[in-house]
């Protein structure tokens, strides 16, 4: 399995950023798929996770408003929309693949599989 990660960078504050995860070696499919992000010093936290076949989706209330996140099950790809980025944002984001098709979780242990992770640095 691998999950690639891409599109990370420099970006001012209230700028905009798209993220992209590319998978392979699953069935995409029947994935949940999350994306996580982790700042220096900080534990790795959950940002955005969209269902099977992208008609129900959840936000981490910091991300919330902002973000917006969608699937291609065609091309094996759940891209993550950043707008109006915060100097908070700036972190490591990961993409992920959760086993269960129905049941959102935000706990990094509920996900089976990671991508390598794309920086993203938000500048005042």
């Known amino acids: 399995v691998q999950l690639q990660a891409s599109g990370g960078g420099l970006v001012q504050a209230g700028g905009s950023l798209r993220l992209s995860c590319a998978a392979s070696?699953?069935?995409?499919?029947?994935?949940?798929m999350g994306w996580f992000r982790q700042a220096p010093g900080k534990e790795r936290e959950f940002v955005a996770a969209?269902?099977?076949?992208?008609?129900?989706?959840h936000f981490a209330h910091s991300v919330e408003g902002r973000f917006t996140i969608a699937r291609d099950n065609a091309k094996n790809t759940v891209d993550l929309q950043m707008d109006s980025l915060k100097l908070e944002d700036t972190a490591v984001y990961y993409c992920?693949?959760?086993?269960?098709?129905?049941?959102?979780?935000?706990?990094?242990?509920?996900?089976?599989?990671w991508g390598q992770g794309t920086l993203v640095t938000v500048s005042s």
């Open positions: 070696g699953l069935t995409f499919s029947r994935r949940i």
């Open positions: 969209i269902n099977w076949n992208g008609g129900r989706t």
């Open positions: 992920a693949a959760r086993k269960n098709m129905v049941a959102f979780s935000s706990s990094t242990e509920g996900y089976d599989y």
